[in-house]
């Protein structure tokens, strides 16, 4: 693939143009050709469409225009901006806001919620610990910092690696998430194990971790971290 080396003009470059894709990686930033996926979409994925559609459907067909309103106005707060791939706040439309937050809530096995949130905040994890007993082997995620009274603690992972991989990409998924104010370690061997296999000796395990506010769907920055099976 082509490296790119970048000028003062354009200083960074993602996403795609056309059949090219501005990426990046440990070695530098690169350009790829586009190609089409070789494997059908997952249930994941599947299940994360559906929710997706069936969230616009509410926003133009259930939730009121007076609703919709305050959605459009809550996004056109500058409190509630995001940062892009290039670190630059950018705003968001209300139907993103509406989709994102109801979202984060479904993760957590909330009903879905049509008002703008009263509140806007959530816990920190600040860091997080994978660790690996055994065996018979028990696989466990710890935060730093418990989580409020109102956050949901969950927990995501990615296949196991065996020695000398290192790539994940885009294959976390979550395998458990707790109710509020519940505090680790959490144990999720079954849950582990039924997604991806058994854990075998010397594999790489990568877990990753966050807090969801049940009264908002506010979600916090996730943390990562990774065990070798002894």
């Given at each position: 693939?082509?490296?790119?080396?970048?000028?003062?003009?354009?200083?960074?470059?993602?996403?795609?143009?056309?059949?090219?894709v501005?990426?990046?990686?440990?070695?530098?930033?690169?350009?790829?050709?586009?190609?089409?996926?070789?494997?059908?979409?997952?249930?994941?994925?599947?299940n994360?469409?559906?929710?997706?559609?069936?969230?616009?459907?509410?926003?133009?067909?259930?939730?009121?225009?007076?609703?919709?309103?305050?959605?459009?106005?809550?996004?056109?707060?500058?409190?509630?901006?995001?940062?892009?791939?290039?670190?630059?706040?950018?705003?968001?439309?209300?139907?993103?806001?509406?989709?994102?937050?109801?979202?984060?809530?479904?993760?957590?096995?909330?009903?879905?919620?049509?008002?703008?949130?009263?509140?806007?905040?959530?816990?920190?994890?600040?860091?997080?610990?994978?660790?690996?007993?055994?065996?018979?082997?028990?696989?466990?995620?710890?935060?730093?910092?418990?989580?409020?009274?109102?956050?949901?603690?969950?927990?995501?992972?990615?296949?196991?690696?065996?020695?000398?991989?290192?790539f994940?990409g885009?294959?976390?998924?979550?395998?458990?998430?707790?109710?509020?104010?519940?505090?680790?370690?959490?144990?999720?061997t079954?849950?582990?194990?039924?997604?991806?296999?058994?854990?075998?000796?010397?594999?790489?395990?990568?877990?990753?971790?966050?807090?969801?506010?049940?009264?908002?769907?506010?979600?916090?920055?996730?943390?990562?971290?990774?065990?070798?099976?002894?």
């Open positions: 693939m082509a490296k790119i080396l970048l000028s003062a003009v354009v200083g960074d470059a993602r996403n795609k143009v056309g059949d090219a501005f990426s990046t990686s440990r070695s530098g930033r690169y350009i790829r050709l586009k190609a089409a996926p070789s494997h059908p979409v997952t249930m994941f994925a599947r994360i469409r559906i929710g997706m559609k069936n969230l616009s459907i509410s926003w133009g067909w259930v939730i009121s225009a007076s609703q919709r309103a305050d959605w459009i106005a809550w996004a056109a707060n500058p409190a509630h901006t995001v940062l892009d791939v290039f670190n630059n706040s950018i705003y968001l439309t209300g139907l993103n806001w509406y989709v994102w937050v109801n979202q984060n809530l479904k993760t957590i096995g909330e009903a879905r919620r049509d008002d703008v949130p009263t509140v806007w905040e959530v816990g920190d994890p600040t860091s997080c610990t994978t660790a690996v007993g055994g065996p018979p082997y028990v696989l466990t995620v710890d935060p730093l910092i418990a989580p409020g009274a109102n956050d949901h603690a969950v927990v995501q992972a990615a296949p196991p690696l065996s020695a000398g991989r290192a994940i885009k294959t976390w998924r979550i395998v458990k998430h707790y109710g509020a104010a519940v505090d680790g370690p959490y144990d999720i079954t849950e582990y194990e039924d997604k991806f296999g058994p854990l075998q000796a010397g594999q790489t395990i990568n877990c990753s971790l966050f807090y969801i506010d049940d009264r908002c769907g506010k979600k916090s920055a996730i943390y990562s971290d990774t065990a070798v099976v002894p």
